[in-house]
């Protein structure tokens, strides 16, 4: 099973009453384990680290998705063993940060997959699959990094042709695609059908933030954006519109469906519906309507009405500095 991007930290809309503050009170993956009981493997994108080496509490920058290090547990014990950590957030708080993030996960029996030099093949019941992992969005913090995997289309390629003929199926987990749009660009488009050509069988992305069609045949499945999972943007319905995504196969076919999640304004998930049967073709979840004209004002509008909640000191420095920066200062 997958699902999309998974901040454990905060936005600074949501300081002290989004995802990390709530799963300080409860169990924030209550409503989807029963689900994820059914996988043998469950993987999210884990856009941001889990750490506190190097926080500053009083400090938005320094508190801005950062999830609390006990996250770790709280992911393995939800059913994740696998977490793609190639995207542009998690180093956002330094190479320390990263790498503490990575020895958490793996002291929990979470595989990370994106890590620069990691490979992972998977075998389970003598089925063999490869995923390879990479981002194509530019990093925030640190643009020339090296510590995760970058989307290189001859790099993939490359290893999409060394382990083809050794394992039965081929997964790419691409943090990929371009914010505020509702469908795949036309160079994810073109690369798709150079990844499907060379043999690769699933394609897994993330980072619009928001749930596209999936795109299906025989021996093939893009779903080309999972959305949102765990993560405090609920200005926009179509941000708060999820499902995971779940993959049954053997060695020579395979059966796919999502299951529909909606995500509360803490940045939660909750089972939505029953699951529904991907077929050949392409597969629409959710009519997302187009158009951003009114994204930021809806920021701007949420960002007022929930000011007084939380952590109040963190917005006020944050917009502080926001309005000194537009002057000049």
């Known amino acids: 099973m997958f699902v999309g991007d998974i901040s454990l930290g905060e936005h600074y809309f949501s300081f002290g009453h989004g995802p990390r503050s709530t799963a300080d009170r409860q ?3 209550a409503s989807v384990k029963p689900i994820f009981a059914a996988a043998d493997y469950v993987c999210g994108n884990l856009e941001g680290p889990i750490s506190d080496i190097g926080l500053n509490s009083k400090d938005p920058e320094s508190v801005v998705f950062r999830g609390d290090p006990h ?26 940060a990263y790498r503490h993030t990575l020895a958490l996960l793996e ?7 994106g890590n620069v030099g990691d490979e992972c093949i998977l075998e389970k019941n003598g089925i063999k699959i490869a995923i390879i992992a990479g981002s ?3 990093d925030n913090t640190f643009p020339e990094q090296q510590l995760y995997e970058t989307l290189d289309v001859e790099k993939i390629l490359k290893k999409v042709k060394e382990v083809k003929g050794t394992v039965d199926w081929i997964l790419l987990s691409l943090h990929w695609g371009k914010e505020e749009k509702i469908s795949p660009t036309q160079e994810q ?9 060379a043999g690769v069988n699933f394609i897994v992305g ?14 093939y499945l893009c779903a080309w954006s999972l959305g949102n999972f765990i993560f405090d943007l609920p200005w926009d319905k179509r ?14 076919s395979f059966d796919a469906s999502v299951h529909p999640v909606t995500i509360l304004p803490n940045g ?13 073709g392409s597969f629409c979840l959710y009519e997302n309507a187009s158009g951003f004209r009114f994204f930021s004002l809806m920021k701007i509008i949420f960002f007022a009405s929930n000011f007084f909640r939380g952590k109040v000191s963190l917005k006020f420095i944050f917009i502080k500095r926001k309005v000194l920066k537009k002057f000049g200062f």
Request: charged letters at 20%.
């Open 71 to 96: 996250a770790a547990g709280m992911l393995a014990d939800a059913g994740f063993n696998l977490m793609h950590v190639a995207n542009n957030h998690i180093i956002q708080h330094g190479e320390q």
């Open 27 to 29: 169990d924030i993956f």
């Open 189 to 197: 488009i073109d690369m798709a059908n150079r990844f499907r050509e």
């Open 268 to 280: 939660t998930p909750v089972k939505a519906s029953v699951a529904n049967k991907i077929t050949a």
């Open 206 to 219: 993330h980072h619009p933030h928001i749930f596209f069609p999936v795109e299906r045949s025989e021996h």
């Open 136 to 138: 194509d969005v530019p």
């Open 107 to 113: 002291s929990n029996n979470i595989i990370p997959i």
């Open 239 to 252: 941000l708060c519109k999820s499902a995971i995504l779940e993959i049954d196969l053997n060695k020579y």
